[in-house]
């Protein structure tokens, strides 16, 4: 067994360090924590300094086995993981769990690039586990932790259809919530603009320019009467119009500098649509390594960082490559530098391209197309922050046009003083941008976030001296109104949270996912829109815990955060000063299981004697509810442990406050010990419960539900590794439901119309009753409420995918192909046919790929040419094109082919497989690697 061993986070970067260190060195993955805080407790001592309860996770238990039983015969251990608070934190926990089972030593080993360069310095200059850098993470997560079980079950008992509310993902919706209601409160102004075009003889040009001043004043003109009064002046008898300004002024464009996480969320966003979780998915593939044909090979350098720094070799070999391809003029005199902001990561690098040797078109080959962009924006950004300034001229013109009057009868909003000697003065102005030398543009052109969709001053400008003579060509009129403030779009809004100081490069992504997942926010057409739910949420925490969710206080925890991992701060100073402003804010006793807290449950439970008169017991599901039982279970509980988890405390007041309205020393009890606010909020709960008991079953949804409970259902699919959606299970328990008097939620309602449209055909009156019960639910534009239409088909199309069905009858099971990674024909053929029978519909896609799938069986279909013919199917292969050579790439047979007035020979396996060759070839693949 080797000597050393290496722990990095994820096999695809243990993959591509092994290619460097060789066999002589085992490297193994942790794929991420290996233990957290408890799934279903808090896990937080906050009675002893906030200690952590860690426990391994679900996967760590599995993987810490492995990690120990290769610890055991190792000489050193390098924990390799990522350069960041995570990693750190990730890297001692690894040391914490294995340093009992090996007698090895621990090495701290960083790098930001995968490249055989940086690992073997870092393996020259190992060092140790920074405890700091592991504080701020631990303090970090105590605090999610706390707040998230703190204030969630309080979101949960107040605003139906909550699941979570956290210390940054409400901030980040607040803000999308507020900039929606400023869209709403937003009452537009009118403005009208005036655009001449006029010519000159001498020299001959034309020129377009926009009303700027009147008589030497800024005059904004707000509505159509008035701007048909400056243009009934300017084309009236006597008006001459001549240039008064011309001017030219030079202008330096900067590069912008490498991406940092933020900016590349915001570039990949606004540029190639892709969402900021996305963006930092293919930049983590492109990190970790991808494989070029020689090995695997990281591409860029660790993607989560707010540094602007570069290697020196790194800018030394961008200089070079930019000299060879761009000219000598493109280099800088100076190289240049960039400062991030206080808080950046100075000892992390900027993301940039490991080596210039892999330039896009060079690799694009080997990437997928999402990868292949993601790469080609951060190479050309790169390139582009070392290159040389652009050097541009602002051109200007203005035209005077002189002696005209303006009307003075009806009502004006125009304050133009006129001089009664020269008359109007109308200046109109022209600009233009001129690129003298292109400099970094010759790399870089994307957009960033908040810039217009154009540049407004790319058109050109005739050369014109002072005083030359125009005419008036054309004047119109134009009315616009003032706009709203756009809409945040995934990358406006890591702008947003960047600039304001929330959250830090590790967490973007997940904070603007998690708003989405926990659907507070919708994404329609890229824009960010809170829905209803949303709406509530932030009404509701804001509300009761304001300074919280406040923008200024969440910035100042981060910079909390950061002093803690400099060492200026001790954590848990910063948690407990944090936790006692908190108690406050919620009007709460701690989470702890300290002699007040087991007071307040001894208190409690002396309110149910064992002579109390109890509820009967009720039963819902496969659950028996039987609150003496409960009761019991706590004292036996508290017998053994002075802890109750917060399911276990919730669960106890709840029960508890059953019973206040005949005992009413039950709420004293409560109030008595600083429980008020949470009491009243589980009784509201309980009396919404109660309410909805008495609302009666719609008889739009009972009608639905009958008709489907008579359904053949299709065998449950497994959605994820751990669930299963039975959509008969899910039927009879809506129906059980229905009978006991208790109606429909409106989630339930909507979840009933989707699973309906799966059924459609095998549903009578589908239509009327699912279009019934549509009306009864409310309509939102946020969240419309849609009926599936019921899809016709004509006998003839019905009558071809029931032959096609039965030619698929006709395979025999053991002909089937051997399924390929995620393409199993067998599969497919099943899945057409059960939407075939539920849905009684197929689109014409679907029925031309279940005609190419059975088409590969048509030697084992009897008679398959004549039926195909009839079908309009393709035919089998004529045995004179298959070939009896294999493959190069993927084994499969090879076929000649005719396409676009050329023979040539392909993969039979297209379009798994896209190898080609001209027919006169006998090797060398005339395409890239195969993709599944």
Not at 139 to 162: C, E, K, M, T
Not at 440 to 448: S, T
Not at 780 to 802: G, H, Y
Request: proline residues 6%.
């Amino acid at each position: 067994m080797s000597s050393k061993l290496v722990i990095v986070e994820s096999p695809t970067k243990a993959k591509t360090i092994t290619r460097f260190l060789g066999n002589s060195v085992q490297v193994m993955a942790s794929q991420g924590h290996i233990r957290d805080l408890p799934e279903h407790a808090l896990g937080v001592d906050v009675d002893h300094n906030f200690t952590p309860e860690y426990e391994l996770t679900p996967n760590g238990k599995k993987i810490a086995v492995q990690l120990k039983q290769a610890a055991r015969g190792a000489s050193d251990i390098y924990l390799a993981t990522d350069p960041d608070r995570e990693g750190e934190a990730i890297a001692w926990h690894l040391e914490e769990v294995l340093k009992p089972s090996s007698k090895a030593a621990f090495h701290r080993i960083t790098f930001h690039e995968i490249t055989q360069s940086a690992i073997q310095h870092s393996f020259q200059t190992p060092g140790q586990i920074d405890l700091h850098m592991v504080d701020a993470q631990q303090a970090r997560r105590v605090l999610d932790r706390i707040v998230g079980y703190q204030v969630s079950p309080l979101l949960w008992r107040n605003i139906h259809g909550a699941t979570s509310a956290g210390r940054v993902q409400t901030v980040a919706l607040r803000l999308v919530v507020e900039r929606e209601q400023e869209i709403k409160a937003f009452v537009p102004v009118e403005s009208w603009n005036l655009d001449a075009c006029f010519e000159t003889a001498v020299p001959k040009s034309t020129i377009k320019a926009r009303l700027a001043k009147i008589n030497g004043s800024n005059v904004k003109i707000s509505n159509g009467e008035d701007a048909a009064k400056v243009a009934d002046a300017l084309q009236s008898n006597g008006v001459s119009h001549k240039v008064s300004k011309v001017t030219s002024t030079p202008r330096t464009k900067n590069p912008p500098p490498p991406f940092i996480t933020s900016t590349l969320q915001q570039a990949a966003g606004s540029n190639l649509g892709l969402g900021a979780s996305q963006t930092m998915r293919i930049a983590q593939e492109l990190y970790e390594g991808i494989d070029l044909g020689s090995g695997q090979v990281g591409l860029i350098t660790y993607m989560r960082t707010d540094s602007f720094n570069i290697a020196k070799e790194a800018q030394s070999q961008a200089l070079a490559y930019i000299a060879t391809k761009y000219g000598p003029e493109y280099v800088p005199a100076k190289p240049n530098t960039y400062h991030a902001g206080k808080n950046a990561q100075e000892a992390h690098e900027a993301i940039r391209p490991t080596s210039m040797e892999y330039a896009p078109e060079l690799i694009k080959s080997h990437l997928t197309p999402q990868q292949l962009k993601v790469y080609t924006i951060i190479w050309n950004r790169f390139i582009a922050s070392q290159m040389a300034s652009a050097k541009q001229m602002d051109h200007l013109i203005e035209i005077n046009s002189d002696g005209g009057a303006l009307a003075t009868t009806g009502a004006s909003g125009l304050t133009v003083k006129q001089d009664t000697s020269t008359g109007l003065v109308c200046t109109f102005r022209a600009t233009a941008r001129e690129t003298i030398f292109p400099g970094f543009l010759m790399a870089y052109k994307f957009r960033e976030v908040g810039d217009d969709e154009e540049d407004p001053q790319l058109n050109t400008l005739p050369k014109l001296p002072l005083d030359t003579p125009c005419s008036l060509r054309d004047l119109k009129r134009e009315q616009t109104f003032s706009q709203p403030p756009p809409r945040y779009s995934e990358a406006s809004l890591v702008k947003a949270l960047e600039q304001n100081g929330v959250g830090r490069p590790s967490t973007y992504a997940t904070t603007v996912n998690t708003i989405q997942e926990r659907e507070y926010v919708n994404k329609t057409g890229g824009s960010l829109v809170p829905t209803e739910l949303g709406f509530k949420v932030c009404e509701f925490l804001l509300k009761q815990i304001q300074t919280l969710f406040e923008v200024r206080f969440t910035a100042e925890m981060e910079n909390e955060l950061d002093q803690i991992e400099e060492g200026k701060l001790n954590w848990t100073d910063m948690l407990t000063s944090f936790y006692e402003k908190f108690k406050s804010w919620l009007g709460m006793h701690s989470l702890s299981s300290s002699s007040d807290n087991a007071i307040i449950v001894e208190n409690i439970l002396k309110c149910f004697p064992p002579d109390f008169k109890y509820a009967e017991p009720v039963s819902k599901g496969h659950r028996k509810y039987d609150d003496a039982k409960f009761m019991e279970s706590i004292r036996e509980h508290l017998a053994t442990r002075n802890t109750l988890s917060e399911r276990q405390w919730n669960a106890l007041l709840t029960t508890a406050l059953r019973y206040s309205d005949d005992h009413p020393e039950i709420l004293k009890v409560m109030q008595e010990n600083g429980l008020a606010s949470e009491a009243e909020a589980i009784l509201a709960d309980i009396k919404r419960s109660e309410e909805s008991l008495k609302i009666p079953v719609a008889p739009e949804a009972l009608a639905l539900l009958d008709a489907m409970s008579k359904l053949k259902f299709s065998t449950p699919s497994p959605k994820s590794k751990k669930r299963h959606f039975d959509d008969g299970k899910f039927i009879k328990s809506l129906a059980k439901q229905a009978e006991s008097g208790k109606a429909l939620t409106e989630a339930q309602s909507r979840a009933l119309l989707k699973l309906a449209a799966n059924y459609s055909a095998m549903i009578p009156d589908y239509q009327k009753l699912t279009e019934a019960l549509a009306a009864t639910l409310p309509q939102t534009d946020e969240n419309p409420v849609v009926v599936q239409p019921q899809q016709e088909m004509s006998e003839a199309d019905k009558s071809t995918i029931t032959t096609l069905l039965g030619l698929a009858a006709e395979i025999p099971s053991d002909k089937w192909k051997i399924p390929r990674g995620k393409f199993n024909d067998q599969s497919f053929v099943d899945s057409i046919k059960q939407q075939f029978e539920q849905r009684g519909t197929l689109t014409p896609k679907q029925i031309s790929a279940l005609m190419k799938t059975i088409s590969k069986y048509a030697d084992v279909i009897p008679n398959y040419a004549e039926r195909a013919k009839n079908l309009n199917m393709p035919q089998p292969q004529s045995k004179a094109n298959v070939l009896d050579t294999p493959c190069p790439l993927c084994g499969a047979q090879l076929v000649k082919r005719f396409s676009r007035g050329r023979s040539f020979i392909a993969c039979s396996a297209y379009p798994k497989c896209k190898y080609t060759q001209s027919v006169n070839a006998s090797s060398a693949p005339q395409s890239s690697t195969p993709k599944a």
